[in-house]
């Protein structure tokens, strides 16, 4: 996990001229300075700062202005945004608490508390509900991962930009069928107009690709990795000359190893038009019986069953070979890659150091907060911007 935190600074001599009136629907816009007053606050470097007093010209109110990295409370945004960095580095509320004390800085754990919930609340976007605005993507990468939250695990759904990785949302989920994973995707890929869903092979999302009429890219390391494990042990059946289901449909053995070694390099080298050659070996093995209800599948029916799931599965395994921008240039990876580096930075590393939420949305927020700070690598997030 990379993350660029910017510290928000303590200028006691900067003053942003008041634009609005803070009274109820005053609208006034003519401000006159009455007076210095001093705050005592927490900060690093100073104990105490001046503020002014304004008077409305129009309805006569006052209030104050503070000094940049000042607002109402006594902490100053400097501290409150050390609070946060340590909160995200991986220190409990408990431990920055301890920390900050060590260093002079009296600052309870309910207030890191308060201020890291009050940061992540004001992330932009990140909610199923309320995404960025106007933005969007040809394609959205979707996964679910859960965490332990009150002694519970919870579902977190998490969308990316299929293209470029950025976080979309990171959302509460209240299952994984896919009646639920449709409700979840379909306005996401709807807001931000996406053709094309990628996802791991979970049949769940195959449904939401079919039903809400996407184009639908399913991971090829998932399914590359699965399907080599099962051409292991399938293989190693087939060695040890235990099961003799591939006799009663007249299959030699050195053909179901030639065939299960055939799916191997096609697995790997996934060619759109090698779909016709799975049917081919798909329909040598298309009368395996299919066992008695709760007897073990043996291997004649196990085969079968695979080279009928890749051969279905072959146009959404290979859609990213064929998928290409107006240069010609293929637009996707075919990977799932950009959500699970999602899950494991911006979900799982921070969840590492702790055993668990207290409560689903402080979830929701550390994640999103945390994915937000991975989305301002280049410039730095400025804790600031996240603070009234
Ligand atoms: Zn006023």
Avoid at 15 to 34: E, H, L, S, T, W
Avoid at 334 to 346: A, D, K, L, P
């Amino acid at each position: 996990m990379r993350l660029k935190l910017l510290l928000p600074e303590v200028k006691v001599d900067e003053f942003a001229q008041p634009k609005r009136c803070p009274c109820n629907g005053c609208p006034g816009m003519v401000f006159i300075p009455r007076q210095k007053v001093s705050k005592n606050i927490l900060d690093t470097k100073y104990q105490e700062v001046s503020a002014w007093r304004y008077e409305c010209a129009k309805c006569g109110c006052t209030f104050r202005v503070y000094p940049e990295g000042v607002n109402k409370q006594q902490i100053s945004k400097r501290v409150n945004g050390m609070a946060i960095m340590l909160y995200i580095l991986g220190l409990s509320y408990g431990a920055v608490e301890i920390v900050l004390g060590s260093l002079g800085v009296s600052i309870g754990k309910t207030s890191v508390y308060r201020a890291v919930q009050s940061a992540s609340e004001k992330v932009p976007g990140m909610k199923q509900k309320k995404l960025l605005t106007d933005y969007k993507t040809k394609a959205v990468g979707a996964d679910v991962t859960s965490v332990r939250c009150n002694g519970k695990w919870i579902q977190i759904g998490i969308s990316v930009d299929a293209v470029n990785g950025m976080v979309l949302s990171i959302d509460k989920l209240p299952g994984e069928d896919a009646e639920q994973l449709k409700a979840w995707l379909k306005p996401i890929l709807d807001a931000v107009d996406a053709d094309v869903l990628v996802t791991d092979d979970a049949d769940g999302f195959k449904k939401v690709s079919d039903e809400t009429g996407r184009s639908h890219q399913v991971c090829k390391s998932h399914v590359g990795r699965n399907t080599d494990e099962l051409i292991d042990e399938l293989s190693a059946i087939i060695a040890e000359n235990q099961d003799h289901s591939l006799e009663t449909i007249g299959i030699q053995a050195e053909q179901a190893l030639a065939d299960l070694a055939k799916l191997r390099e096609m697995i790997h080298t996934r060619i759109p038009a090698e779909q016709s050659l799975l049917e081919a070996i798909y329909l040598r093995y298309a009368n395996a019986p299919k066992p008695e209800k709760g007897k073990k599948h043996n291997v004649a029916y196990r085969i079968r069953n695979l080279f009928m799931d890749r051969w279905n599965l072959w146009p959404r395994l290979t859609f990213y070979r064929t998928w290409k921008d107006e240069y010609g240039n293929t637009i996707l990876d075919g990977t799932n890659n950009h959500c699970e580096r999602s899950i494991g930075w911006w979900i799982k590393e921070r969840y590492r150091s702790m055993r668990g939420y207290k409560r689903e949305q402080s979830a929701l927020n550390v994640s999103r907060l945390i994915a937000f700070a991975g989305s301002r690598l280049s410039r730095g997030l400025n804790l600031a911007d996240l603070m009234a």
